[in-house]
């Protein structure tokens, strides 16, 4: 119910006495729905709710806006003190003005902290596309669980990942299917693992994380979206209530950062998840920020679009994996084709911002010779 309608449900007495109280004064002979359609208009104002704070409060007001975006209940009270300023009637906010509100109050929970550096967290979905990476390489591998299992040692020193995290990940490849598991051996399921490499990033990325972080984890990273409308921006988790093991699934997959600022905890949305959400890359994804040295090292930032490593990582070896994933570029490998050789020469120059002449002199050099072969 609209607001005009819900105040019509009032006596004239009651809507002649939020009048009065709004300062509004109507003609003689008013009809009863002008009452209520003068009082709803006049909230159709944002500036009305700063003059209303004076005489309601501003805890109330603030509790007001908390009721709108998360639904914790006002205290009696404050119903009482909103009710006799036509803000809340018989009980409840109505529903076109509990809208208007929602969107006029946003910007009061999102912050900018010009000076803060983002996080390093490396994300589930890169952390799996090494994962892949390593098996295109490898085909198959037995993995066991036993304590000092030499296989796992190896796996993690590769692709710098903790034991606990290599089984998370390969468990995570089992089930949606590009793994195959057969008692103690894993194996590349290379048809599977085609199809999704062929389809488009959108859906690829959609359905990893639709299983990954469920429907809970993807509803917050969408609410998020509605409040973070630049990449600079921090959402107050206030708005977000009851949302504890979401926030934490989504923060472990590295679907979004968090800040702590003077007791409140901010949220922001990554690169994966702004694609997620607003179907656009993130300006970081726009940006040449693969860096390539002499010594043949290709350093890409941990919040790099992740597609690109499928490009890289069959003409590289991971030498570290921190703030940069380092690369050192091997093209000793003999399932390095031509095509694989150019794709990964595009992306470096589509991505980095200059290439020293003795990198770009081997790798045309090294195409050039796997053509004649």
């Given at each position: 119910?609209?607001?005009?309608?819900?105040?019509?449900?009032?006596?004239?007495?009651?809507l002649g006495e939020i009048l009065s109280r709004l300062h509004l004064t109507p003609f003689e002979n008013a009809a009863k729905s002008w009452f209520a359609r003068t009082v709803a208009n006049y909230y159709e104002d944002e500036k009305k709710l700063t003059w209303i704070i004076t005489f309601?409060?501003?805890?109330?007001?603030?509790?007001?806006?908390?009721?709108?975006?998360?639904?914790?209940?006002?205290?009696?009270?404050?119903?009482?003190?909103?009710?006799?300023?036509?803000?809340?009637?018989?009980?409840?906010?109505?529903?076109?003005?509990?809208?208007?509100?929602?969107?006029?109050?946003?910007?009061?929970?999102?912050?900018?902290?010009?000076?803060?550096?983002?996080?390093?967290?490396?994300?589930?979905?890169?952390?799996?596309?090494?994962?892949?990476?390593?098996?295109?390489?490898?085909?198959?591998?037995?993995?066991?669980?036993?304590?000092?299992?030499?296989?796992?040692?190896?796996?993690?020193?590769?692709?710098?990942?903790?034991?606990?995290?290599?089984?998370?990940?390969?468990?995570?490849?089992?089930?949606?299917?590009?793994?195959?598991?057969?008692?103690?051996?894993?194996?590349?399921?290379?048809?599977?693992?085609?199809?999704?490499?062929?389809?488009?990033?959108?859906?690829?990325?959609?359905?990893?994380?639709?299983?990954?972080?469920?429907?809970?984890?993807?509803?917050?990273?969408?609410?998020?979206?509605?409040?973070?409308?630049?990449?600079?921006?921090?959402?107050?988790?206030?708005?977000?209530?009851?949302?504890?093991?979401?926030?934490?699934?989504?923060?472990?997959?590295?679907?979004?950062?968090?800040?702590?600022?003077?007791?409140?905890?901010?949220?922001?949305?990554?690169?994966?998840?702004?694609?997620?959400?607003?179907?656009?890359?993130?300006?970081?994804?726009?940006?040449?920020?693969?860096?390539?040295?002499?010594?043949?090292?290709?350093?890409?930032?941990?919040?790099?679009?992740?597609?690109?490593?499928?490009?890289?990582?069959?003409?590289?070896?991971?030498?570290?994996?921190?703030?940069?994933?380092?690369?050192?570029?091997?093209?000793?490998?003999?399932?390095?084709?031509?095509?694989?050789?150019?794709?990964?020469?595009?992306?470096?120059?589509?991505?980095?911002?200059?290439?020293?002449?003795?990198?770009?002199?081997?790798?045309?050099?090294?195409?050039?010779?796997?053509?004649?072969?």
């Open positions: 119910m609209n607001h005009s309608n819900a105040l019509m449900e009032l006596s004239l007495k009651e309601v409060g501003e805890d109330t007001i603030s509790d007001l806006l908390i009721h709108i975006h998360t639904g914790r209940p006002l205290k009696d009270v404050q119903i009482k003190v909103l009710s006799d300023y036509g803000i809340v009637v018989n009980s409840r906010v109505p529903e076109d003005f509990r809208d208007r509100l929602l969107n006029w109050s946003k910007s009061r929970y999102v912050r900018r902290f010009p000076t803060k550096l983002d996080n390093v967290h490396h994300s589930f979905f890169m952390r799996s596309v090494l994962m892949l990476a390593y098996f295109e390489r490898v085909k198959e591998i037995k993995l066991t669980r036993r304590k000092n299992d030499r296989n796992v040692r190896k796996l993690g020193e590769a692709l710098f990942l903790e034991k606990e995290e290599i089984w998370k990940v390969i468990n995570t490849l089992v089930r949606i299917g590009l793994i195959q598991k057969t008692k103690d051996l894993y194996k590349l399921n290379t048809r599977a693992y085609m199809d999704w490499r062929n389809e488009p990033v959108d859906i690829a990325l959609e359905k990893f994380y639709n299983f990954n972080a469920g429907n809970l984890g993807m509803r917050l990273i969408n609410r998020i979206a509605q409040y973070q409308h630049n990449p600079e921006d921090w959402v107050d988790m206030s708005v977000f209530a009851g949302t504890s093991t979401e926030y934490d699934q989504c923060r472990y997959l590295g679907l979004i950062q968090t800040h702590n600022d003077a007791g409140k905890t901010f949220v922001q949305l990554r690169p994966e998840s702004w694609f997620l959400t607003k179907k656009e890359f993130h300006p970081l994804w726009k940006e040449k920020t693969i860096l390539v040295s002499a010594a043949f090292e290709v350093l890409v930032p941990f919040h790099c679009e992740p597609f690109i490593l499928f490009e890289l990582l069959p003409a590289c070896i991971i030498k570290d994996f921190h703030y940069f994933l380092v690369l050192d570029i091997d093209l000793s490998s003999e399932t390095l084709n031509s095509n694989v050789l150019s794709d990964f020469y595009n992306t470096l120059v589509a991505k980095t911002e200059a290439i020293p002449d003795v990198v770009k002199y081997d790798l045309e050099e090294s195409i050039n010779y796997v053509k004649r072969s």
